[in-house]
Structure formats: structure tokens, C-alpha cells
């Protein structure tokens, strides 16, 4: 099983300000398989960033993703007040799909 | 517009049993590959399991292999849990989730609360 780490576990920052979100997998997993998830208290998730780097739809482009083989980063370049959420990365490199642990984005 | 509504959830003690469904609207269900995805509450995701979409092809997480079963019903674009032998550690919010390719996630449902509890 392939174990994704997500760091920091907390961020605190204030709008307009750059976010950067950390994903590190167990073993290398093709850029294609790793993507983004944002959730807000009382909400389901909502897919925000696939292959690594393409925007779901309606995710605005202050949003981006970058990385390969153990070590992906998912960019928020200018906080806005409705991006302050529970981020987590997720990996589907085979039949077993895992979930990083989180990263909360909280206003400072 | 896609939607997926789950119902099902509730109540039940250790060692019973509960269904959990999903209806799907707005897509061919049909051609699509679907999952179960749960979380503890306050805490992390979790993948469960998902099916292909002629339910020829099922997976599991080690969790829940022999306990839980993913079905389908094409006919009626639904998707199931089934839930046998349900532990504490098995509370959880159960979203029903379409999955595109990869498989990534796309469309998510609002989640059914299973308790298990004496």
C-alpha cells in the first residue's frame, strides 16, 4: 500500500497570500494517478486538481499542481476567504487507493 | 447536473448489518466505474471500495474485505453497500462517489452517517 504524507498539517495564513501544500508518497506513483481534494466543514469533498497538475472543472487558475514521483505540491497563489478548507491529496496507482491525512488551511 | 443521493445510514449495533444505497442521476450511470469512500467523523478520507461498471471487476480495502459487498443495479442507477459484520471502527460518513479516470473521484455525494453502537 502506497502511504501519502501531507505537510504541514496546519497552515495558517491570511488572504491574499501564497499557500503551498506538500504531498510525499511511500514509493514513486505516475503523475497521471495523484490528485487534489478540497473539503469544507459539513460538505463532501470536491476534486480540485487531477494529473497532478490539470484543474477540475470550475476550480479557478489561483490553483495549481506540480510534482512527480514521490513529492507533488498543490499551490494556491492568492488566498481567497473561500479557499480556507481541509486539503487532501490522493493516489490511485493500483487497484488500492489511499488518501493523504490533510492539511488544514486555516485564516491566520 | 450529476447528482448523487445517498440514503441508508443510521444506527446499528456491533455485529449487525445495514445497506447503504446511492441513487445516481444526471450521467450514464451505466458506463461508469463507482465507489464508496468513507470518513471517521473529524477525521480523514478513507476509499472502501469500487466497481466496474458492468460490476464484473469489484475491490475492497483490506478493512472490509469479507464483510462488506459493492453491488450495482444498472437498470435503476443505483449503487449499494452492503454491510455485514459492522464494528465501532466502521462509524463513519459514507459518500457515494463517481469516479472518472485514474481513478479520481469527480462527483461526490452528501454522505449517509453510520453509527455503530451498542
Known amino acids: 500500500e502506497i502511504v501519502l504524507t501531507q505537510s504541514p498539517g496546519t497552515l495558517s495564513l491570511s488572504p491574499g497570500e501564497r499557500a503551498t501544500l506538500s504531498c510525499w508518497a511511500s514509493?514513486?506513483?505516475?503523475?497521471?494517478?495523484l490528485a487534489w481534494y478540497q473539503q469544507k466543514p459539513g460538505q463532501a469533498p470536491r476534486l480540485v486538481i487531477y494529473?497532478?497538475?490539470t484543474r477540475a472543472t470550475g476550480i479557478p487558475d489561483r490553483f495549481s499542481g506540480s510534482g512527480s514521483g514521490t513529492d507533488f505540491t498543490l499551490t494556491i497563489s492568492r488566498l481567497e476567504p473561500e479557499d480556507f478548507a481541509v486539503y487532501y491529496c490522493?493516489?490511485?496507482?493500483?487497484?488500492?487507493?489511499?488518501f493523504g491525512q490533510g492539511t488544514k488551511l486555516e485564516i491566520k | 447536473e450529476v447528482q448523487l443521493v445517498e440514503s441508508g445510514g443510521g444506527l446499528v449495533q456491533p455485529g449487525g448489518s445495514l445497506r447503504l444505497s446511492c441513487a445516481a442521476s444526471?450521467?450514464?450511470?451505466?458506463?461508469?466505474?463507482m465507489s464508496w469512500v468513507r470518513q471517521d467523523p473529524g477525521k480523514g478520507l478513507e476509499w472502501v471500495a469500487h466497481?466496474?461498471?458492468?460490476?464484473?471487476?469489484?475491490y475492497y480495502v483490506d478493512s472490509v474485505k469479507g464483510r462488506f459487498t459493492i453491488s450495482r443495479d444498472n437498470a435503476n442507477n443505483s449503487l449499494y453497500l452492503q454491510m455485514n459484520s459492522l464494528r465501532a471502527e466502521d462509524t463513519a460518513v459514507y459518500y457515494c462517489?463517481?469516479?472518472?479516470?485514474?481513478?479520481?473521484?469527480?462527483?461526490w455525494g452528501q454522505g449517509a452517517l453510520v453509527t455503530v453502537s451498542s
Open positions: 462517489a463517481r469516479i472518472s479516470s485514474g481513478p479520481i473521484f469527480d462527483y
Open positions: 444526471g450521467f450514464t450511470f451505466r458506463s461508469c466505474w
Open positions: 466497481i466496474k461498471p458492468d460490476g464484473s471487476e469489484r
Open positions: 514509493e514513486s506513483i505516475s503523475s497521471r494517478h
Open positions: 494529473g497532478s497538475t
Open positions: 490522493q493516489q490511485c496507482g493500483s487497484s488500492i487507493v489511499t
